[in-house]
């Protein structure tokens, strides 16, 4: 039996109001914040770590784009900003197996801050959100802790773009959760130094991975039979002979995967090699002990790679991601939830608020982009079911597992991020709660803030 206390009633400062409040700034609630301040409302993006940019700068995933190929007909607006800027401020290099660009995970926590201010949005960075404030089902603001205590921020409308529903939940809307066995793995994301490049790609080219690789060990990857011949940066032959040394336990067959960038001055950055499974992102317990246990598979695979992987002799450990990456917990009963049918059949939506690639990445399938195939993302599948004021963004949209496998990437993201953002602006400007908001007016925006759409 749990035991229980009771907290004293207390009062809490509200310190700040604002028309809208983002919380989370990934790829999503970053777009979603610049979204909403260019279509005219004030905007505050509240943030639990000390950087904006949640998976490519906290977790370290800086492959932003790398399904596209030469056909690939891609999503447009701020995600393609977001690649674009980090080019220009010195933040990407090519990425090796697509036609992209790898966004430096460091580099990229200035292009966010950046960006916000230019967009005159008002940042707060070290505050976690714990609570919302609720008027009946209406959301007015919410609660947050720091080292300041407990405060009240108010606003509104509120984007929910924490990546796990933390707000629609609390809030009191329908949210959905796979077991945590059925759920996509989670990775410890980390980066080597002291790389030797030259003889590193000489062995990549002298052992050519292709996306059918990816079938190993645990994994069965389904694919339309044309990504199985195209190159993949998959590393696995260093991490079996460290099985056969006993560096890797022989049971562990999950450490293998996919290197991002390599850099002229020896850095092998967002090694995606640790695969856990069987982990929820919003259980505190799972989340300790998969930080721990993924640190420590990160030191056998820098091990394994440099004992057994040509140029990386003399490497060593640069950094781990600030957190643990997390890819499926909740999501929203949305208006309208997604379908495997939508993402692998280019669904037409006449309340689209942008197209993205037919990319499916997650549940045992891989489909790359490579024939121009797009399907378009409804308003709809933003808009929770139960509370007022609320919508959300990312990976939390309405839809089911396959969906969930396309939606719940960066650029697509920054897809529902921006629809989210301008739909909280336009709803403001117009009087109107989320669920009345007169779609035309919305893609109009959409359309002058150069997303495409159709």
Known sequence: MLLKISEPAREVDVIHETEVLVIGSGPGGLAAAIGAARAGVSVTLLERFGCFGGNITAVGVEGFAWYRHENTID?????????????????????????????????????????VEEAGITPMLHRLFVAPVMDGGTIRGVIVESKAGREAILAKRVVDATGDADVAYRAGAVTLKHPKEEMIG?????????????????????????????AYGEWQVETTGKEDDMFSPFLRKPFEEARKAGIIPEGLDTIAGTWGAIYDSGELTYLNLVHLLGYD?????????????????????????????????????????????????????????????????????????????EFIDGYGILILPTTGRYFHLPYRTLLPKG???????????????????????MMCCTVTGQGAGVAAAISIKQKQNFAEVEVKLLQKELHRQQVRML
């Open 75 to 115: 999503s447009e607006g701020i995600g393609i900003e977001f690649e674009q800027r980090a080019k220009t401020m010195g933040a990407a290099v090519e990425e090796p197996q697509s036609d992209s660009y790898a966004l430096d995970g460091e580099a990229f926590k200035w292009v966010a801050d950046t960006m």
């Open 186 to 214: 989670a990775s410890v994301m980390f980066s080597m130094s002291g790389v030797d490049k030259k003889r590193f790609i000489e062995y990549v080219k002298a052992n050519p991975q292709s996306y059918s690789d990816w």
């Open 281 to 357: 992102g919003t259980d505190p317990s799972d989340l300790t002990r998969g930080e721990m246990e993924g640190r420590k598979q990160a030191m056998m695979a820098i091990e394994a790679m440099k004992r057994f992987n040509p140029g990386c002799e003399n490497a060593k450990l640069r950094n781990f991601g600030m957190t643990i990456g997390i890819r499926d917990t909740r999501k929203i009963d949305a208006v309208y939830n997604m379908t495997s049918e939508d993402v692998r059949r280019q669904a037409r939506f006449d309340d689209s608020i942008g197209i993205f690639p």
């Open 387 to 409: 509370v007022e004021n609320l919508i959300c963004a990312g990976r939390i949209t309405g839809g089911d597992k396959e969906s969930h496998a396309a939606t719940r990437n």
